[in-house]
C-alpha cells in the first residue's frame, strides 16, 4: 500500500502517541500529496516511524482522522472486522431480546472516525460526516450487510462538520427496500414509532435509554414534565413506572403528533397532557408544580464561540425549572453540547440553586448507554453529559 506520506512535526507527537484519533493541521510538517478531501494517508513520526492509516483533508483544521494504528487496508475485510467487535459489545444491549434498537458504531468511540450506525430492528441508519468517511461508504456498507442481519440500509448524512468538509447533505436508501414508516421498535419491553427520515438525527435519540430506565425507577406517584419531549419516550418511561400525571412539552408539531402514537402503542392510560410550546415560555407561564422534572434540550452551544450565550440558556432554563419543582423534587438534567464540560453544566446549575435559594443535592452524573463508547484518548467524544439531583 502506497499513499501519502504525512510526518508529525517533534513537538507535536505527544497525543497522537497516547491514542488520539485527530491530527490537527498544525501538527503536521506539512500537508503535500494530499489533493483530495478524504484521502487515504499514512502517518509517520518526525523520526519516521509508521503511527497509522487515516484520512485526510487538505483544507480543515482537524486534517488526519485516524482509522488504524497497524498495517492494514481500509477495505471491506477491515469493516467486517471493526463492526464485528462493534456488535460483540452491544450484545450486551440485544441479550434477552428486549431492545432491538441501538447504536452500532459510534464514530471515534468505535475506532471508525465519521461514521454513526444506529440500528432499528433490521434497518440501519448511517451517517458519514466526513469526507474520509464518503470516500469509505461502499466498504463500510458491504461489510454491514455481511455482520448484520438487515432489510435496508439508509443514509443520514447532514450536520456542521459535513459542510465544513465541503459536502452537501446525503439523504436515501443506500441498500435494500425502505420499510413502511414510521417504524416500530422496542426498547426495554416498550415500543416506539421512529421516522428515520425526518426525524431528528437518525430519527431516535438512543443515546438516552438508560436514562429513560431511570426515570421511570422515579416517576411512581408522581406529577413529571417532560420539556424537549421529542418523541416522547421519557414520558412513555414514567408511565410506565407509575406517574399521576405527565405534562410533555415540544415545540414541534409534527413531534407532539408522534407523542400520541406512543402513548397509543403501548396501551397506556395515565393522564397526559401535550403542549406544543416552546419549553422556556411554559416554564415562565406555568403554575403546574411538578415531582420529576426531565430537561433534554436540543443542543444550546454548537459552536465554541456560542458558549458564552449557551451558558446563560443552561442558567434560564434550570432557573426557571427550580421554581417549577416541589420540594423534594428529582430532577434530571441533560446537555447534549460537546463543548459544554460537565463542571461548566454544573455550575449553571449551581447558579440556579443559589438564586432560586434551592438546595441542589447531585445524586449521580450521567452519561449515555453503553452502546455510545468513547476512546480514554478522545474525550471529545463525550458528549452527552446529565445530573441526576434531589431537590430540597
Not at 415545540?251 to 407532539?256: D, K, N, Q, T, V
Request: aromatic share 8%; proline share 5%; charged share 25%.
Amino acid at each position: 500500500m502506497e499513499f501519502p506520506v504525512l510526518r508529525l512535526k517533534p513537538t507535536r507527537e505527544r497525543a497522537v502517541k497516547q491514542g488520539h484519533p485527530w491530527i490537527f493541521a498544525g501538527a503536521l510538517e506539512n500537508l503535500e500529496g494530499v489533493t483530495e478531501p478524504g484521502q487515504i494517508v499514512e502517518v509517520r513520526s518526525s523520526d519516521d516511524n509508521f503511527l497509522g492509516y487515516g484520512t485526510a483533508h487538505p483544507r480543515c483544521t482537524i486534517a488526519v482522522r485516524l482509522f488504524t494504528r497497524e498495517r492494514e487496508e481500509l477495505d471491506e475485510r477491515f469493516f467486517q472486522r471493526r463492526l464485528s467487535s462493534a456488535l460483540r459489545l452491544r450484545d450486551v444491549v440485544l441479550r434477552g431480546g428486549h431492545t432491538n434498537a441501538y447504536r452500532l458504531v459510534n464514530g471515534e468511540g468505535d475506532r471508525l472516525p465519521g461514521f454513526i450506525v444506529d440500528v432499528y430492528g433490521d434497518t440501519a441508519v448511517v451517517q458519514c460526516l466526513t469526507a474520509g468517511a464518503d470516500r469509505l461508504k461502499t466498504a463500510l456498507l458491504q461489510a454491514l450487510i455481511d455482520v448484520v442481519p438487515l432489510r435496508c440500509v439508509y443514509e443520514r448524512s447532514g450536520g456542521a462538520v459535513r459542510r465544513e468538509e465541503g459536502l452537501d447533505d446525503a439523504q436515501g436508501c443506500l441498500w435494500g427496500e425502505l420499510p413502511p414508516l414510521p417504524l416500530e421498535v422496542c426498547e426495554n419491553d416498550l415500543r416506539f414509532c421512529v421516522d428515520i427520515v425526518v426525524g431528528q438525527k437518525t430519527g431516535f435519540f438512543l443515546d438516552q435509554r438508560e436514562n429513560r430506565a431511570l426515570a421511570r425507577q422515579l416517576a411512581s406517584g408522581g406529577v413529571v414534565l417532560n420539556a424537549f419531549a421529542y418523541t416522547g419516550a421519557f414520558a412513555v418511561y414514567a408511565a410506565v413506572g407509575g406517574a399521576r400525571r405527565i405534562v410533555s412539552v415540544e415545540s414541534s408539531p409534527r413531534a407532539a403528533a408522534l407523542i400520541s402514537r406512543q402513548w397509543d402503542l403501548n396501551q397506556l392510560s395515565t393522564d397526559h397532557e401535550v403542549i406544543v410550546e416552546d419549553v422556556f415560555t411554559y416554564l415562565r407561564n406555568t403554575s403546574e408544580m411538578f415531582d420529576l422534572l426531565v430537561l433534554d434540550p436540543p443542543a444550546l452551544v454548537k459552536r465554541r464561540p456560542e458558549l458564552s450565550r449557551g451558558t446563560r440558556a443552561y442558567y434560564d432554563l434550570h432557573t426557571w425549572a427550580l421554581r417549577r419543582a416541589k420540594p423534594e423534587a428529582w430532577l434530571l438534567t441533560f446537555s447534549c453540547s460537546q463543548h459544554v464540560t460537565l463542571p461548566w453544566f454544573a455550575h449553571t446549575l449551581e447558579r440556579a440553586a443559589a438564586v432560586t435559594g434551592r438546595v441542589a443535592q447531585v445524586v449521580r452524573t450521567l452519561g449515555p448507554g453503553i452502546d455510545h463508547p468513547t476512546l480514554i484518548s478522545h474525550p471529545e467524544g463525550s458528549y452527552l453529559k446529565g445530573l441526576l439531583v434531589r431537590l430540597q
